[in-house]
T-cell receptor
Framework: DSGVTQTPKHLITATGQRVTLRCSPR?????VYWYQQSLDQGLQFLIQ???????AKGNILERFSAQQFPDLHSELNLSSLELGDSALYFC??????????????FGPGTRLTVT | GDSVTQMEGPVTLSEEAFLTINCTYT??????LFWYVQYPGEGLQLLLK?????DKGSNKGFEATYRKETTSFHLEKGSVQVSDSAVYFC??????????????FGRGTQLTVWP
């Protein structure tokens, strides 16, 4: 158990809909990262937040957005969903921005299926 | 830009066989290097790391040495077990400029070990 929790575990929705994925980092970790894992694209970094502020952006679509709240939990919002958005979405956390040097703790993931 | 290339899988071995999974990287500056492992149905877990040239990371019988001259970080294990069956990801951590806080992952290598 990494200490990172993600809800829901599975999500099935229709094209055009909007969903919110939730992540609670390990106790004390200030950085949260979101990743998308699919068979064709592999593991893609989406976005990082540190103590409530956006710190790094990867291959995140404009239809996707995220935020980190004062209690450090984070939400990833996916809108106008397309079939190609079906994937595993992972959240990871680490104690410090930059200084952590890549040691990240991953949650179990949310499997999103868009029909 | 920074990137990681790891050998394509899948890799299938018999129990007690020797394992090598090749990983090479491209980076400016002095990245840290990691191997993460993903067991079926789970998130990624940090397996081992090396933060500077000639460092050897090791854990659970797995080893990898940070070779700056060949820009490589190959994963090895002398005698694999069925329980080692998983997907292995090589990763690079870069903290230069706008990429602060970012892990770059390889595509992953599926390892299956047969009894």
């Amino acid at each position: 158990d990494s200490g990172v929790t993600q809800t829901p575990k599975h999500l099935i929705t229709a094209t055009g809909q909007r969903v919110t994925l939730r992540c609670s980092p390990r106790s004390g970790d200030l950085s949260v990262y979101w990743y998308q894992q699919s068979l064709d694209q592999g593991l893609q970094f989406l976005i990082q937040y540190y103590n409530g502020e956006e710190r790094a952006k990867g291959n995140i679509l404009e239809r996707f957005s995220a935020q980190q709240f004062p209690d450090l939990h984070s939400e990833l919002n996916l809108s106008s969903l397309e079939l190609g958005d079906s994937a595993l979405y992972f959240c990871a956390s680490s104690p410090l921005s930059g200084v952590s040097r890549g040691e990240q703790y991953f949650g179990p993931g949310t499997r999103l299926t868009v029909t | 830009g920074d990137s990681v290339t790891q050998m394509e899988g899948p890799v299938t071995l018999s129990e007690e066989a020797f394992l090598t999974i090749n990983c090479t990287y491209t980076a400016t500056g002095y990245p840290s290097l990691f191997w993460y492992v993903q067991y079926p149905g789970e998130g990624l877990q940090l397996l081992l790391k090396a933060t500077k040239a000639d460092d050897k990371g090791s854990n659970k019988g797995f080893e990898a040495t940070y070779r700056k001259e060949t820009t490589s970080f190959h994963l090895e294990k002398g005698s694999v077990q069925v329980s080692d069956s998983a997907v292995y990801f090589c990763a690079l951590y870069s903290d230069r400029g706008s990429t602060l806080g970012r892990l770059y992952f390889g595509r992953g290598t599926q390892l299956t070990v047969w009894p």
